[in-house]
C-alpha cells in the first residue's frame, strides 16, 4: 500500500517569513495530492491540492509543487501569519481506489 | 452549504458499553469515509463506502466495530463493547467520486472518551 513520510514534524517561523514542509510517497499509482490545516480542537480543513497532471499550484500565500519522477511534493506558505499556527498533513490518493494516505503531521509554529 | 454533520460532538462513557456515532454526508456526495485520530497513530482510515456500499473496511480494528450506511444521507459507527483503547476523535468525510479525484470534506468530529 501507500505509504508517505512527512517532514519536519515540527517547525517554528519568524513572522513575514516562509514555511516548506515537504512529504514523499510510495506508490507511483497516486495522482492526487490534498493537504489539510487542523486547528487545535478543530476539523482537518483542505487547503490547497494538486493532480499529478501539474507541477505546480498557487492560492495567494499558499503554493503546492509536485515531482512524480521523485515522487515528492510540498507545501510552501509565504508572508506567515499568526493565523498560519495549526497541524498541517499531506496526503496522496490512488484515483482507482479513492483511500487518502495521510502524512504524519507537522505542527507549524508562526513567532509573532 | 451545510458541510458534514456528526453526532455527538463529544461522548464519554463506561467501557463494556455500546457507543453509536452518526454522521450526515453533504447532500450530493457520493462517498463516506469514517477516520479515527490519536496522537499516537495519527489520522486512519476505518472504512469507506461508495454509493452506501462498503468498499475497503481493512482499517477497522476488530469485530467490535461495525458501520452501516442505510441510505446516502446517513451512516453510523457502532462500537460494542468499547474499551479505553477506542478513546480518540472520530471524524466523518465525504466527497463526490466521478471521473477525476475530489477533495474530502471533514465533519467537526466525535470526541469519544471510553472509561
Known amino acids: 500500500g501507500e505509504n508517505v513520510e512527512q517532514h519536519p514534524s515540527t517547525l517554528s517561523v519568524q513572522e513575514g517569513d516562509s514555511a516548506v514542509i515537504k512529504c514523499t510517497y510510495s506508490?507511483?499509482?497516486?495522482?492526487?495530492f490534498p493537504w489539510y490545516k487542523q486547528e487545535l480542537g478543530k476539523r482537518p480543513q483542505l487547503i490547497i491540492d494538486?493532480?499529478?497532471?501539474?507541477g505546480e499550484k498557487k492560492d495567494q500565500r499558499i503554493a503546492v509543487t509536485l515531482n512524480k519522477t521523485a515522487k515528492h511534493f510540498s507545501l510552501h506558505i509565504t508572508e506567515t501569519q499568526p493565523e498560519d499556527s495549526a497541524v498541517y498533513f499531506c496526503?496522496?490518493?490512488?484515483?482507482?481506489?479513492?483511500?487518502?494516505?495521510f502524512g504524519t503531521g507537522t505542527r507549524l509554529t508562526i513567532i509573532p | 452549504d451545510a458541510g458534514v454533520i456528526q453526532s455527538p460532538r463529544h461522548e464519554v462513557t463506561e467501557m463494556g458499553q455500546e457507543v453509536t456515532l452518526r454522521c450526515k454526508p453533504i447532500s450530493g456526495h457520493n462517498s463516506l469515509f469514517w477516520y479515527r485520530q490519536t496522537m499516537m497513530r495519527g489520522l486512519e482510515l476505518l472504512i469507506y463506502f461508495n454509493n452506501n456500499v462498503p468498499i475497503d473496511d481493512s482499517g477497522m480494528p476488530e469485530d467490535r466495530f461495525s458501520a452501516k450506511m442505510p441510505n446516502a444521507s446517513f451512516s453510523t459507527l457502532k462500537i460494542q463493547p468499547s474499551e479505553p483503547r477506542d478513546s480518540a476523535v472520530y471524524f466523518c468525510?465525504?466527497?463526490?467520486?466521478?471521473?477525476?479525484?475530489?477533495?474530502?470534506?471533514f465533519g467537526d468530529g466525535t470526541r469519544l472518551s471510553i472509561l
Open positions: 506508490d507511483s499509482a497516486s495522482n492526487y
Open positions: 496526503a496522496a490518493e490512488d484515483f482507482g481506489n479513492e483511500k487518502l494516505t
Open positions: 468525510a465525504s466527497s463526490f467520486f466521478g471521473t477525476s479525484n475530489q477533495p474530502q470534506h
Open positions: 494538486i493532480r499529478s497532471n501539474v
